[in-house]
């Protein structure tokens, strides 16, 4: 904590919004639940956002034992979304990317998200909308969110 007082205010509208932006991600998340399980959006995302992972990597990032991110990802791969490949560098490893079909699915759910968001965003007034990005953007960044693409924080509330 910075020692800084923030005003109830403050934080009461970024509780609203956050509401808000929780229903959007739920409701993306009620379209896939047939399609793919938290854990397996995770994944997508984490290799979506950061390239090819190690099967380490992955249980790193999901918080679990290795036999479970295999399961995990071996799911995916039966579904078509991710494979696995030889790690040029290291041949012990093996790497999970997305596939095409993988790419399209993980598009498609933030296409989704982002028309979601604009339709919202388009409800506000012009003039309120004009500092919308500067104060998400550093909110965001406060956060330790890097890029706008940067997907895994933003699929991580369990995703």
Same mark, same amino acid.
Do not use: W
């Given at each position: 904590? $910075? *020692?800084?007082?923030?005003?109830?205010?403050?934080?009461?509208?970024?509780?609203? @919004?956050?509401?808000?932006?929780?229903a959007?991600?739920?409701?993306?998340l009620?379209?896939?639940?047939?399609?793919?399980? %938290?854990?397996?959006?995770?994944?997508?995302?984490?290799?979506?956002?950061?390239?090819?992972? $190690?099967?380490?990597?992955?249980? #790193? #990032?999901?918080?679990?034992?290795?036999? &479970?991110? /295999?399961?995990t990802?071996?799911?995916?791969?039966?579904?078509?979304?991710?494979?696995?490949?030889? &790690?040029p560098?290291?041949?012990?490893?093996?790497?999970?990317?997305? $596939?095409?079909?993988? /790419?399209?699915?993980?598009?498609?759910?933030?296409?989704?998200?982002? /028309?979601?968001?604009?339709?919202?965003?388009?409800?506000? %007034?012009?003039?309120?909308?004009?500092?919308?990005? /500067?104060?998400m *953007?550093?909110?965001?960044?406060? @956060?330790?969110?890097?890029?706008?693409?940067?997907? %895994?924080?933003?699929?991580?509330?369990?995703?």
């Amino acid at each position: 904590m $910075t *020692g800084h007082r923030v005003p109830d205010g403050e934080i009461d509208a970024m509780m609203r @919004a956050s509401r808000v932006l929780i229903a959007v991600v739920a409701k993306s998340l009620a379209e896939i639940e047939d399609v793919v399980s %938290p854990a397996q959006l995770r994944v997508l995302a984490l290799i979506a956002s950061r390239g090819a992972q $190690t099967l380490g990597a992955v249980a #790193d #990032d999901l918080g679990v034992h290795a036999s &479970n991110a /295999t399961r995990t990802c071996d799911r995916l791969v039966a579904s078509g979304l991710i494979e696995r490949s030889e &790690n040029p560098s290291d041949r012990r490893f093996l790497q999970l990317r997305l $596939t095409d079909a993988g /790419t399209r699915f993980v598009a498609d759910l933030m296409a989704y998200r982002r /028309t979601a968001l604009a339709e919202i965003i388009g409800r506000m %007034p012009a003039q309120d909308r004009q500092g919308l990005q /500067t104060v998400m *953007g550093s909110f965001a960044e406060a @956060a330790g969110e890097g890029s706008q693409e940067a997907l %895994p924080a933003v699929l991580g509330l369990g995703f």
